[in-house]
């Protein structure tokens, strides 16, 4: 184990901040991080155990205990879940022999559940070994069931399994502009650096992860800071449920998004870059490696780009499974070998971000965005849009709809147009922004796709007639308290009460004041947290609840109180002790 | 000049680069705390000491103090929603004030008589947390830790050690000893150790030292945590 973690560790080149990296092929090779790995690593990083540690506790696909040869985990998206994932999950569970979350007797496969895979539009989905299964069936389950029995090699599975698809069905300004390898970069050259900020300026792109910071202003601000150490990083942390569209502009636009990178990286000074890539888009990460060496072959990133004397390069970092990932200053941490805590702010980012030095933290789409906005100025851009919201914006559309995948809209599209183009009918409501963002119902499809009214990173999810809104806003509240990092108290325990109360409402067990307490209770969590994922986990509740609140009326008991759980399912172990079964030892604890 | 805020429109100086927390201490003014001592780096974690500033929600002992902030730091909402923060603390471990060693010395229970908490609220999480008795001076109890991180800041900080570290995410977040075994015997702390005595609950504890002084007699059998933390303060300066 030594040579290997010691191989490991070289190829690292020694280095503290890639620990993520060097925890992923432990857990590649040994199936789980142990004690002996953990101080191995510690003692040739100079580092402390606990950090190696608290890194691994923290992340989800990092495990301290084996994981089974063939580790199965089953995407647990509400899409999923309305593409009939439990069934499949339960088929599974039957078909392996293996309970969920647990490895089987003979070490050979795990089963267990996982957050949004991101192939929402291909699902029900999953992974095998980290990569990406889409369109999983039935008959699907059975051919894999067959081929870890028989021990076959994961490489040597059919490709169909891992075939995942782009599905663009509607392409506007950005995924239709083809740009040349170098383009944007010889017009940033030709322009001169201060123009080109200026027509990034003009455009008046605005951040495309959702919080639509404005991007001339992120990079002036980082391209004035004394600091000359600089950096930048594209956010390819798509972990809002519902989202997909950094997936497919990665694998079909990555040229243009380096492009977008590569003149940010002018404009602030910055020589070294990062793609933070989630964990689950690892079917990405080679050709994203295959990208850039094409392109430090043709001079378009390494030293002396095209011989301008700017020099830049990028390197793919993988995540390791955590949404907070997502937060840029978790991202930071993370990329810096550390637990995704969102850090305080200020400082932000610009000032002291990765290693405290000046950082850009920009999703891929805004790159993508750049790089148009370089070649064709900022003019053609901020002519689409609204006021307010300029140029268009890629949806990943989801859920109950004929042609789920990848729409471009400029903004200030209605959500009714969105919904009759990809083919919904019988729509209750959408979800707009993923869990962390807006429920609308059938009542507000003449609203727009904008900031100023619904913002989104790109999750658009239809539902139908069909679906049970407590049932998704429960899917959702579950998954913040899954994903919370826990380092401030409303967040850590409220998310976790959060569920409990929400459950104990749909379980039955509420009384009069309970939905009272829940919003409370999601007002608190809403105001208090540290950081945007504490600031929107009450969202699914709170915009159901203010649309339907009789569906959470309804489930109430009619009688003031009624205790949190179920006394005589609590007497169970009581009875099986005392051997009694008998009418006296079961009790009624309210009287109906 | 000295520049100044102004915190329930009391006129407060501040020098550049101090927190709101600072500022106010400095004057004299308590904002509940839990996961803030004066001595460490802020930590902004247990958002007690949560304020608002020019309308806006803020970390006060994070937050830096700048010209023209208009503080609220006493109002109903603000003293409310702090006691519902203390509860989810409560009801997340395993507080038993009355067969706690700690009682009336506890930072947690002081700032919870202090808000006038008089229940936990919440639904109990009935954690499973271990205690590690296993070193021969000191015992940790895992059921009181709050997650302040202390003593994490403190080993570092002052002891030039790493004892200590956060581990674990979201509700499974938990303390972390730094030895081979994972137990504090086999760790580099001493019982002279800052650490060791900075805990603000009864999550460290001291052995052969219990009820030296009876209940009763305690700190916060008698003074509220705001005048206590604000001595202690004023005390250092003299």
Redesign the interface.
Known sequence: MKQFIQKVIENNDFKSVRLLAILREIQAKYLYIS?EAI?ITASLLNI????I??VV???SFFHRQARGQYDLLISDSITDHMLGKQSLMDYLSLQLNVAVGAVREDGLVSLDNTSCTGMCDQGPAGLINGYALTHLSKTRIDEIVDLINQQSPVNDWPKRFFQVTDNIHKADLLLTTEIAQGEAIKATLKRGLSQTLEEVKTSDLRGRGGAGFNTSMKWLFCSQEKELERYLICNADEGEPGTFKDRVILNTYAHQVIEGMTVCSMIIGAKQGFIYLRAEYLHLYDQLLHALEQRRKLALLGNNILQSGFDFDIEVCLGAG?YICGEESALIESLEGK?GIPR?R?PYPVTQGYLNKPTVVDNVETFLASAQIAVSGGKQFSAIGTEKSTGTKVLSISGDCQRPGIYEYPFGTTIKEILFDCAAEDVLGVQIGGPSGNFICNQEFDRLLAFEDLATGGSFIVFNNSRNILAIAQNFTHFF??????????C??????LK?QLDKIIDGHGSSGDVVALD?LCQ?VK????CGLGQTAANPILTTLQRYPELYQKQLKDISFEP?FNLDSSLETARRMAERNDANAHIVQVEE | MSKTITIDGKQVPFQEGQTIMEAATAAQVYIPHLCHNPDYE?H?????C?VKVNGR?C?AC?F?AAEGQDVINNSEELAA?RK??TQ??F??GNHFCPSCEKTGNCQLQGVAYHLNMLDNH??H?FADREIDASHPDLLIDHNRCI?CSLCVRASQQSDGK?V??????????RL???S?SGKLKDSDIDVNDCAAHICPTGAILHKRTGYTVPIGQRTYDHKQIDEVSLAAEANKHD
């Open positions: 004690t101080d402390e155990r606990t950090q540690i608290s506790d923290f992340y955590a637990r305080n200020p308290a899954h994903e919370s990092c826990g380092f401030c108290t409303p850590r325990v409220g998310t976790s009460l409990k409370e608190l105001n208090y947290s540290h949190g | 802020p902004g974690s247990c958002k007690l949560t929600i970390t994070t830096p929603d519902r923060i989810m603390l009801v997340e919440y639904p999480f997650f790493n200590f570290a956060i581990s674990g995410r979201g509700i499974n977040k972390i000893i730094n081979s």
